[in-house]
């Protein structure tokens, strides 16, 4: 089993719209919750973090966490054609931070 | 500096030779870390340092892969007799090295291709 589980997608949605993320882990230890953003054929980018239950907004962006679930989200509101990218959950159960596959998303104008 | 620095941003090499790569931290930050990204994967871990200390060396793939940061700032990930099956996009980042609120960030990366 993997220590990250995403969805590949690709995820489509239309401008305007709200973009759901998806991200479950195996580690029950995991502390440390995070959300990157990778553009085609560059470095992934920190868009937020969380380490506590429930959500967390940041513009835009808001992260949930539900650690008895193991589960962790990302929420895109009125998502942008510049959204359009492969995005990385990967959660730190100790020094090592594990990365899920991404998922792509598109967003149509 | 401004960001992580990884040098060269590209490499091609042949079967069988040795490969350096360099990464430059953030000024300031503790912890280091190596990962090799292919194509529509995400980043794979390799190892970490705190300081200079390689904390964690257990997903390096074998024993031709090692890395280094004699100071705890430049670390140098090394591949001898390179494979074809090495070549990857190869990934430094760095984090200040909080416990729960640690965040890394990444450099552009260093495209291997063996020949």
């Known amino acids: 089993q993997k220590e990250v589980e995403q969805n590949s997608g690709p995820l489509s949605v239309p401008e305007g719209a709200i973009a759901s993320l998806n991200c479950t882990y195996s580690d029950r230890g995991s502390q440390s919750f995070f959300w990157y953003r990778q553009y085609s054929g560059k470095s992934p980018e920190l868009i937020m973090f969380?380490?506590?239950?429930g959500d967390k907004e940041d513009g835009r962006f808001t992260a949930q966490l539900n650690k008895a679930s193991q589960y962790v989200s990302l929420l895109i509101r009125d998502s942008q054609p510049s959204d359009s990218a492969t995005y990385l959950c990967?959660?730190?159960?100790?020094?090592?931070?594990?990365f899920g596959t991404g998922t792509s998303l598109t967003v149509i104008p | 500096g401004a960001g992580v620095s990884q040098s060269p941003r590209y490499k091609v090499t042949k079967r069988g030779q040795d490969v350096a790569l360099r990464c430059d931290p953030i000024s300031g930050h503790v912890s280091l870390y190596w990962y090799r990204q292919a194509l529509g994967q995400g980043p794979e871990f390799l190892t970490y340092f705190n300081y200079e200390a390689q904390q964690d060396k257990s997903g390096l793939p074998n024993d031709r892969f090692s890395a280094e940061r004699p100071e705890g700032s430049i670390s140098t990930l090394t591949i001898q007799r390179t494979e074809q099956r090495d070549s990857a996009m190869y990934r430094c980042?760095?984090?200040?090295?909080?416990?729960?609120?640690?965040?890394?960030?990444f450099g552009p990366g260093t495209r291997l291709t063996v020949l």
């Open positions: 980042a760095s984090s200040a090295g909080a416990l729960y609120t640690d965040t890394q960030y």
């Open positions: 969380i380490y506590s239950n």
């Open positions: 990967a959660v730190k159960p100790g020094n090592q931070f594990y």
